[in-house]
């Protein structure tokens, strides 16, 4: 019975997905984390590369937070100046063909004429720092690599744009809302709801779809909107994690289980629930309203998402996404949804997260042929 009490202390403190990490409700741990969702790992398969093209690794700084940047400068084989693309994707762990959905895509654009520039997490003298960072910080790097792309004659800084896929297509949108030498701006599974609002929304489809009761999702809901009601009073740091730690404490006296657990175990477990919803990404993320973003954009933007994606469910948000850039005189938009793909736009049949590491394929060729057909578009006009 102890251990049916912890279980359901820890269902407690679920309640909510994670948009970053993809956490509860079916789904594995991490955003994506494919080790965890309980599915059988496919064999690793070397990543292969379909194009050929000059690689050449990098390193930059972003002087506004002092920080070290690695990244890889892909270049197609052909001299001259290019077209250039930046990708940020917020899921580092490859997939089970080996790589990254950047990978795949850096790999068909520079085949096909456009150079692109990825990098890694930024560098600091304490790698937990990354976990203290919000969006805005990350914006800081995406700026700071294009500067660096308009250092290198190899590049038509003319034609330099975004890519964001996952996390990415958070951040992008804000670096390419601030800089107007942002020539184009690609979203893949973006979100145009509120972090609040897409979190509530991202836990009621993955509950149904995991067939949890319907008492159970309406209480859990009930509860989640009294944690971002907190959340969005913005007040100082210290009395938000109290009054969460309370609320937490509050929840949990009313679970027929509360007695059989020691207080001391539970606060533990409650206190890391709060440093969880009070960490900088979190309580941007929750607060954001990206079509307040957005509607700042006056760059050509492409915009895909999956059809089955059920963590970031494409009607509402691409609806959400072409309506604030329309509101902000944008008339340069292609938004497509793209059926049969989930979050991580491979073919699938459910798009639960628990599926993810099941599909033998990677990144659809949809997508990539989708960016392509745009890009040679914009580049024409």
Not at 78 to 97: E, F, L, V, W
Request: proline content about 5%; overall charge negative; hydrophobic content about 40%.
């Amino acid at each position: 019975m102890k251990n049916d009490a912890l279980t359901s202390l820890l269902t407690t403190l679920s309640t909510l997905p994670d948009l970053m990490t993809g956490s509860g409700a079916g789904a594995g741990d991490g955003y994506i984390d494919e080790q965890s969702s309980g599915a059988i790992s496919q064999p690793f398969i070397p990543k292969t590369h379909l194009y050929s093209y000059k690689d050449e690794e990098v390193v930059f700084r972003n002087p506004s937070d002092n920080v070290v940047l690695n990244g890889t400068l892909r270049l197609p084989v052909k001299d001259g100046t290019h077209p250039a693309a930046i990708i940020i994707n917020g899921i580092k762990r490859p997939n089970s063909c080996g790589q990254t959905n950047s990978e795949i895509i850096s790999d068909a654009l520079a085949g096909n004429g456009i150079a692109t520039l990825t990098y890694d997490d930024r560098v600091t003298s304490d790698a937990a720092d990354n976990f203290h960072c919000a969006p805005r910080d990350f914006a800081t790097d995406m700026e700071a690599a294009l500067l660096y792309l308009m250092t290198r004659k190899e590049i038509d800084k003319r034609r330099v744009g975004l890519i964001g896929d996952n996390e990415g297509a958070v951040i992008a949108p804000i670096v390419a809302a601030r800089n107007t030498s942002v020539a184009f701006l690609i979203l893949l599974g973006g979100i145009g709801l509120r972090g609040d609002d897409i979190q509530l929304l991202q836990y009621e489809t993955l509950a149904r779809a995991s067939g949890i009761n319907e008492e159970m999702l309406q209480m859990n809901l009930a509860e989640s909107r009294k944690t971002f009601s907190i959340i969005n009073q913005c007040l100082p740091l210290c009395e938000t994690q109290m009054q969460l730690l309370l609320l937490l404490r509050s929840n949990f006296q009313n679970n027929p289980f509360a007695e059989m657990i020691s207080s001391d175990s539970a606060d533990f477990l409650f206190q890391l629930e709060v440093e969880r919803l009070s960490s900088p990404w979190q309580l941007f993320f929750i607060r954001h309203d990206p079509t307040t973003v957005m509607e700042k954009i006056k760059c050509p933007v492409l915009v895909l998402n999956g059809g089955k994606d059920v963590q970031v469910p494409a009607e509402a948000n691409v609806a959400a996404i072409c309506q604030a850039l329309a509101r902000g005189g944008n008339r340069t938009v292609t938004a497509k949804i793209l059926p049969d793909l989930n979050h991580l736009f491979q073919e699938c049949k459910t798009g639960l997260p628990a599926e993810y590491v099941s599909i033998k394929h990677p990144l659809s060729p949809i997508v990539h042929e989708e960016i392509l057909q745009w890009l040679r578009k914009q580049f024409k006009q």
